[in-house]
């Protein structure tokens, strides 16, 4: 069966109040979810511990963590303080933050190191921007990102990574990508990754999903793609009913 993980970004959209109500509100739709299906859940920070509890079939997540573990780092947020809080991954290098907070290819690369060393899941996100698309970059612009972000694993570590490829044009507002163009980037990505890693690696440990504008009328073509193993969604997460559809999509594949 085919292993597909999804997993909802609630960005910086909902209040304390609301996280704990959709936590609970999916929690309780979910069907007993089989091995091969992952779902996580990414709240943000100040909901992580209030939403933890709340768990029990969807695993914990954050949406973003500093890339050094202790110190004088005035509003930032260390590896340890979100396994504390039981998460498990953390999402890294998202769009909006390499273009509204600076986040570079290296800091991106810096977090990916720090994540694995604290045996958090990255999610470390890739995608070209409409320009980047026009331009004709976009194949250069992802393998740059995809590169920066991940060499240097220690594979024998044997540590899981999500990539999603996430174009920026498909984020949050409808325009999802056709699910043959995401399998056309997927393999690219899968083709750069394997002249980094080992098959067996990749095979075991690494899942390349798609996000970007993902509803549960899109998620089943896409994740029928052979090489697209799930879905990063943001706005359909943010109602029990839209996720759930999703996850109900994602089960009868
Ligand atoms: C995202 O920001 O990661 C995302 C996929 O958002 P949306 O589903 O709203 O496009």
């Given at each position: 069966?085919?292993?597909?993980?999804?997993?909802?970004?609630?960005?910086?959209?909902?209040?304390?109040?609301?996280?704990?109500?959709?936590?609970?509100?999916?929690?309780?739709?979910?069907?007993?979810?089989?091995?091969?299906?992952?779902?996580?859940?990414?709240?943000?920070?100040?909901?992580?511990?209030?939403?933890?509890?709340?768990?029990?079939?969807?695993?914990?997540?954050?949406?973003?963590?500093?890339?050094?573990?202790?110190?004088?780092?005035?509003?930032?947020?260390?590896?340890?303080?979100?396994?504390?809080?039981?998460?498990?991954?953390?999402?890294?290098?998202?769009?909006?933050?390499?273009?509204?907070?600076?986040?570079?290819?290296?800091?991106?690369?810096?977090?990916?190191?720090?994540?694995?060393?604290?045996?958090?899941?990255?999610?470390?996100?890739?995608?070209?921007?409409?320009?980047?698309?026009?331009?004709?970059?976009?194949?250069h612009v992802v393998i740059e990102q995809l590169t920066s972000a991940l060499s240097g694993i220690d594979e024998k570590k044997e540590q899981d990574i999500f990539v999603v490829y996430e174009p920026v044009w498909a984020i949050g507002n409808g325009h999802v990508v056709a699910p043959e163009d995401a399998e056309q980037m997927h393999q690219l990505i899968l083709h750069t990754l394997r002249e980094m890693y080992s098959p067996a690696y990749l095979d075991a440990h690494v899942q390349v999903l798609y996000g970007g504008s993902v509803d549960r009328r899109s998620v089943g073509p896409l994740i029928s793609m052979p090489h697209v193993g799930g879905c990063l969604v943001g706005t359909a997460s943010w109602h029990a009913h839209n996720f759930l559809s999703i996850i109900d999509a994602a089960l009868r594949i």
């Open positions: 069966m085919k292993k597909i993980t999804i997993i909802a970004n609630w960005k910086m959209s909902l209040s304390l109040h609301e996280s704990i109500q959709l936590a609970e509100d999916v929690e309780r739709g979910l069907p007993p979810l089989p091995a091969s299906l992952r779902v996580f859940l990414c709240p943000s920070f100040t909901a992580l511990p209030s939403v933890q509890p709340l768990l029990r079939q969807c695993l914990l997540g954050a949406q973003d963590v500093f890339w050094e573990n202790r110190g004088a780092y005035t509003g930032e947020i260390a590896p340890s303080m979100l396994t504390d809080l039981g998460c498990h991954a953390v999402i890294l290098g998202h769009s909006e933050r390499r273009a509204y907070c600076g986040e570079t290819s290296l800091m991106v690369h810096r977090k990916v190191q720090t994540a694995l060393a604290n045996n958090l899941t990255p999610i470390v996100c890739v995608g070209e921007t409409a320009e980047e698309r026009d331009r004709g970059q976009k194949e």
